[in-house]
């Protein structure tokens, strides 16, 4: 393994226990430096994911209610009206009925992108972090090492 990792590559190293030696092959620091490196994690994604979730449940709903209210509103003019069958009338519930679809379908590609573009900034910033860590251990060992310190 060799070069800066993503995400998933830094997740599998600290899942598989590996992160000491990648640290070691790559930077030359041994595995008592992991314990001052930030580890990465699901935690906010699984946040993202659930509110995502949530939300996607919340418009499902809207748009049963939605159809439901269309379809009581179809009746119910049918018996304003008196008549059996009205193409008017139909052609409103048809419409109502691709506007709440429409609705629907706009807000849920709209929720799960918006999470998706959460879900990468996390992982990059956590990428970020990871790298800005083993930056600043680095120094800070280097300049022990300049100093007569600990190696």
């Known amino acids: 393994m060799a070069g800066a990792l993503d995400f998933q590559g830094l997740m599998d190293l600290y899942n598989n226990g590996g992160i000491g030696s990648y640290l070691d092959d790559e930077f030359g620091l041994d595995s008592s430096y992991t ?12 946040l993202a994911r659930a509110s995502l979730d949530s939300l996607q449940g919340f418009l499902q709903d809207i748009k049963i209610t939605g159809l439901k209210e269309n379809e009581l509103s179809n009746q119910t003019a049918y018996q304003k009206s008196g008549l059996l069958k009205s193409g ?3 052609r409103k519930v048809k419409d109502a ?3 709440i679809n429409l609705d629907f379908d706009k807000g849920y590609r709209s929720a799960s992108f918006d999470t998706a573009g959460a879900i990468l900034s996390d992982q990059q910033r956590q990428v970020e972090n990871f790298y800005s860590d083993v ?3 680095s120094q800070f060992k280097q300049g022990q090492e ?4 600990k190696k």
Request: aromatic share 8%.
């Open 146 to 149: 300049n100093s007569g310190g």
């Open 97 to 99: 009925k691709t506007a």
């Open 135 to 137: 930056g600043s251990i």
């Open 35 to 46: 314990k001052y490196i930030t580890p990465v994690n699901f935690a906010q994604q699984n």
């Open 88 to 90: 008017e009338i139909d």
